[in-house]
């Protein structure tokens, strides 16, 4: 059974630093992995994915890498920003279905 | 470019009451479409998923129903709502082979 895991929890770290959130999953059999965004109060925004033939995915200050083989994902966050204070949480898909297996996600804040 | 609505954005129903939440996407044809939920500290529950008209699969067993009467509406139901129905209910939908998920802007239901 698939499961998922990020780590920390909960992170708060002041405006300007780079940021790394960890995702990791039980089964390598993976067909791909999708980060998200949510804010409180809403629905999840769609940050990256991942294929599992890809090494990682960059969206601005976003970098998402994959190591299948270990079963983890990182999600950089260069710089960061107020306006990055929300939960992270990575999803993945595997072969021959169409259900997300999600973690628990990480809560950020990012204060001034 | 594809949108997903829901409705309502928030409902506060008594115990033993009935529930229609509905889900619409604009823009894509034959999506696949999902209804989760998020209770208070806890991660996205799969309730259920369907991959074309009048095609539900059921995750979770409860007394919640799930009906997909056109390609791109999805409504979850109940006769009888419990306590433990409170919660945040997200609806999505994919395509492709990539199954990329976009998210609703989700309901908060209280159930009193």
């Not at chain 1, 809403?42 to 976003?62: D, H, P």
């Not at chain 1, 260069?78 to 169409?98: E, F, H, I, M």
Request: hydrophobic share 35%.
């Amino acid at each position: 059974k698939q499961e998922v895991t990020q780590i920390p929890a909960a992170l708060s770290v002041p405006e300007g630093e780079n940021l790394v959130l960890n995702c990791s999953f039980t089964d390598s059999a993976i067909y791909n992995l999708q980060w998200f965004r949510q804010d409180p109060g809403k629905g999840l925004t769609s940050l990256l994915l991942i294929q599992s033939s890809q090494r990682e995915q960059t969206s601005g200050r976003l970098n998402a890498s994959l190591d299948k083989s270990s079963g983890r994902s990182t999600l950089y966050i260069a710089a960061s920003q107020p306006g990055d204070s929300a939960t992270y949480l990575c999803a993945v898909k595997r072969r021959n279905t169409d259900k997300l297996i999600f973690g628990t996600g990480t809560r950020l804040q990012v204060f001034p | 470019s594809q949108t997903i609505h829901q409705w309502p954005a928030t409902l506060v129903q008594p115990v033993g009451s009935p529930l229609s939440l509905e889900c619409t996407v604009e823009g894509t044809s034959n999506p696949n479409l999902y209804w989760y939920r998020q209770a208070a500290g806890r991660g996205l529950q799969l309730l259920f998923y369907s991959v074309g008209i009048g095609q539900i699969s059921s995750e979770v067993p409860q007394n919640l129903s799930a009906s997909r009467p056109q390609d791109r509406q999805f409504i979850l139901s109940s006769k009888k709502l419990l306590l433990s129905d409170s919660g945040f209910y997200l609806c999505a939908w994919s395509e492709g082979r990539i199954n990329e998920q976009f998210f609703g802007p989700g309901t908060r239901l209280t159930v009193l």
